[in-house]
């Protein structure tokens, strides 16, 4: 029997025990790479579905090159999107490569990929795209029905073009800390796979980070387009609440906000500030923002952060600390809540970030750590129904 007909007499996906979750029984084939796709993948495993990552043998995902640090083999950055799935090494560029992710294809509930359209086209992809029964979820650098829709992009691009640079930092324009571009894409594309999930139909769904990072600029975007007003960079300060942001008590920096007339009284009395007439609305205080900020601080200034915090949230006012990351492991609420879970690795257990879900009051559990490069290869491919032979096949097929 040739590798074809192994492969279409076989189940066409390698069954695991179902984790649990509403998407229980879901399968999601990940052709995805770097952070948005991943990103995507990641989001519906803590959903309860069944991922499966194929990557390029020898080269894997380019986050696993992302480093120092590493763990491993592999780089840090790519454990943060990478948990709960399978890995399996095909060579798409090798006939029995494209055998294999073609049968996967046609048993998949889900396919996310972020290849660029003329590589999509000619990996033979784009065919099996177009016949598909599978919600297909594509990740572009821009959308694309407009002009630069098949070109390559990253975050900090979608981050420069979007505006959002504009109107972040201070002095100069400035990336947000993390790729935010990415991680907001990674959430559309989720809702678009569960839009087609629902909608049960071979939904076909794009998202570019072009497009995302434009979402992302809610009331900077209104204050431009609805008012006229071109934001710049404000650094820590809000464009259209005063006080909302970083103010220094007698030690350090500690972060409030008054999000309505109340809640700025409240504070005021908290901290022993007489306020003045004009400060009774919010379009008041935005106006004398640099009087209320001096106010404020001189009244905060009285205590240390920490001393704050306790008195401030006996009055009902938003606040926190500036914490590095470094702190999240100790921080009382991410411990009670378990957000942060350990779990085994082939090189030594690792600390991953879980879901922010609840789900009937209970967080998802992350079960399984990132996988090594190709580590489930040879247990899936059985699980197709290949013999040694064709195993060999295919997985011989990139080295010759």
Known sequence: MDLDAALAAG???PEISPYDGPLAGVRVLDLSRVLAGPYCCMVLADLGADVLKVERPGLGDDTRHWG?????????????????RRSLALDLTTMPGRAVVTRLVEAADVVVENFLPRHLASLGLEALRDKRSSVWVSVRGAGGDGPDGDKPGYDVMAQARSGLMSVT???EPTKVGVAIADVVTGLYAAVGALAGLVARKPLQVEVGLLEAAVST???????????GVVPGATGNAHPNIVPYGPLACADTALVLGAGNDAQFVALCEAIGVTARPSWATNAGRVADRD???SALETGLGRRSAHEWVAVLADHGI??????DVGQLLTDPQLMATGQLQTVP????????????????????????APPLLGQHTTEVLAALGLSAAHIEEVTGAHRR
């Open 345 to 368: 690795h082939p090189k030594g257990d690792v600390t991953v970030v879980g879901s922010p879900y609840r789900l009937d009051g209970r967080r998802p559990r992350v079960h399984d």
């Open 169 to 171: 930092g201070t002095t």
């Open 318 to 323: 938003p606040c926190a600390p500036v914490q």
């Open 291 to 293: 009087a209320v900020v």
């Open 68 to 84: 120092p640090p590493f763990h491993g083999d592999d780089a840090a950055y790519f454990f943060s999107v990478n948990r709960d």
């Open 217 to 227: 600029l809610v009331n900077q975007a209104s204050n431009a387009l609805v008012g």
């Open 11 to 13: 189940p066409g996906w």
